[in-house]
């Protein structure tokens, strides 16, 4: 998923009556943001106008005081596809080249399941109509406990992704400015290093934006540039005598569990598919848009993954717009616009952290006080994340190991376990064994993943200290 997305805006409304005309969700990547966005920024603008609201965390309401939602079919797949694409296209060609031919079958298979654990979700959010996201399927399965281990997780996965953008940030201003020199005689950064903080500084402003029309519009962008970077990939094949002639492996064993990782980085954006539930104006249909999704994101990350493997072969990078040939105009753009999505993605990934700070402070502060404090905070966050990821520049190790690590649990094995729960006294043995299995399968994959990512994290650091 560019990760977990706020790529859709839908409407799912404030109970209170003076502030529903405002009341509109943002949905978030996958790596998305995205529950707790829902919450908070549903009634965003009823807060900054001082209005009472009973949208939040701890009021229960009825889904009968909802306004009616009216999102139609067209447009919930057109939603949950933008949502599932993102920072993990990248990968996949890297992913298939070292994973062998065979591993596409694991790609595949592991985008059915997310959509059959999608489909669970819905099923939860129909059985309790007062859940309406990913932590209170959590807290209805499990009571608090279970909204506290979903939140972890969804903000661990936040924290990650964001750590993963900024390297490719790193790594693709690189790539554009090569042969630039920079130097400042009171810092050891190197030229890639002093390009990224100059990047980060520019988008740091956007961390203080409060109106929601403006994060919306970071959101299309963000799109866009995702279809841009396909779009030119697809181009190099075809318009820039890059010949596709290489081999791929048959199957490399060894690998798959660290590109299992990157796999189901690609497929995760379970965090946001309540509120698209929520959104759609015939729930029903849930399943069916599940299926249509992520039907066409498979076979477009199948294909770019089969497209950049074959062009470029054993030498094809963790992210493919590093491999394609500089000299082009396609790649400038792919380059460009790589460069450029990383930094529409910071407001948007860490505007529920800030709303949840913000609606934590004194109702009695003033609203310029508070948008200080959220912006401040906001700034120190995205600043230590810049430091780490100059700190461990490994862009495939740290996508990998969010990948097992985080949204294995997130995709797969909470949505498996919290339908059993809840469902336990009506659920049939096929199914039980099904789930089952597929908890088993999610745990496997997540423990081997992140034991191979991080070993191989290690040996980067190891090597890049030595020399």
Same mark, same amino acid.
């Given at each position: ?35 707790? !966005? @829902? ?7 009823? %807060? ?14 009825? %889904?009968? *005081? ?24 990248? &990968? ?6 070292? #994973? ?14 997310? @959509?059959?654990?999608?489909?669970? $979700? #819905? ?13 209170? =399927?959590? *807290?209805? !399965? ?19 992704? $964001? ?36 990047? %980060?500084?520019? @988008? ?18 963000? =799109? ?19 010949? &596709?002639?290489?081999?791929?492996? !048959?199957?490399?064993? *060894? ?33 069916? %848009? ?12 199948? +294909? ?17 717009? $590093?491999?394609?040939?500089?000299? $082009? ?43 200080? =404090?959220?912006? #401040? ?11 780490? @990821? ?19 649990? =997130? ?41 191979? +990512? ?5 040996? +980067?650091?190891?090597?890049? *200290? +030595?020399?």
């Amino acid at each position: 998923m560019w990760g977990k997305k706020w790529k859709s805006i839908g409407k799912l409304p404030c109970p209170d009556s003076d502030c529903l005309p405002h009341c509109n969700q943002v949905a978030s990547e996958t790596v998305h943001a995205a529950n707790h !966005a @829902a919450q908070w920024l549903s009634c965003d603008v009823c %807060v900054e106008e001082n209005k009472i609201c009973k949208c939040q965390k701890g009021i229960e309401t009825d %889904v009968d *005081h909802h306004v009616k939602a009216n999102g139609s079919f067209a447009h919930a797949v057109i939603n949950m596809s933008g949502m599932l694409i993102g920072l993990g296209q990248l &990968s996949t060609p890297y992913a298939l080249e070292n #994973g062998g031919w065979a591993s596409s079958f694991l790609l595949v298979g592991l985008g059915v399941i997310c @959509a059959y654990s999608s489909n669970l $979700l #819905g099923k939860c959010l129909d059985k309790n109509p007062k859940s309406r996201n990913y932590t209170d =399927i959590g *807290h209805y !399965a499990f009571g608090t406990k279970g909204r506290v281990t979903a939140a972890t997780f969804i903000y661990l996965e936040i924290f990650m992704a $964001l750590v993963s953008y900024t390297i490719s940030l790193h790594d693709n201003l690189s790539t554009v400015f090569l042969g630039t020199h920079l130097k400042l005689s009171w810092t050891n950064l190197s030229t890639s290093q002093l390009l990224t903080v100059v990047a %980060v500084l520019v @988008a740091l402003p956007s961390l203080w934006l409060r109106n929601l029309s403006s994060i919306s519009f970071l959101s299309t962008g963000g =799109i866009i540039m995702s279809l841009i970077i396909f779009t030119m990939v697809a181009c190099t094949g075809i318009f820039g005598g890059v010949k &596709s002639n290489h081999t791929i492996p !048959a199957l490399q064993p *060894h690998n798959i569990p660290a590109i299992s990782g990157l796999f189901i980085f690609s497929f995760a954006g379970h965090i946001v598919f309540p509120n698209l539930y929520m959104a759609m104006k015939d729930p029903s249909k849930f399943t069916k %848009v599940s299926i249509v999704s992520f039907t066409l994101v498979t076979m477009l990350y199948t +294909s770019l993954a089969f497209m950049g493997a074959k062009l470029y072969g054993p030498e094809v990078s963790s992210q493919i717009t $590093l491999s394609m040939p500089r000299s $082009l105009i396609v790649t400038k753009i792919a380059l460009w616009a790589t460069v450029l999505t990383p930094m529409t993605k910071y407001a948007l990934e860490f505007a529920p952290f800030a709303m949840q700070l913000e609606h934590s402070l004194p109702k009695s502060m003033k609203s310029s006080t508070k948008m200080v =404090i959220r912006g #401040g905070v906001g700034s120190l966050l995205l600043l230590a994340i810049l430091a780490l @990821a100059l700190s461990v520049p490994y862009f495939e190790h740290v996508l990998s190991l969010t990948g097992s690590l985080v949204s294995m649990g =997130i995709c797969i094995i909470f949505p498996c376990i919290f339908y059993i729960k809840i469902f336990w006294t009506q659920i049939s043995k096929p199914i039980l064994i099904l789930n089952v299995v597929l908890i088993a399968f999610g745990f496997l994959l997540g423990v081997s993943g992140t034991i191979s +990512s991080s070993k191989s994290l290690v040996r +980067s650091l190891q090597r890049g *200290h +030595s020399t």
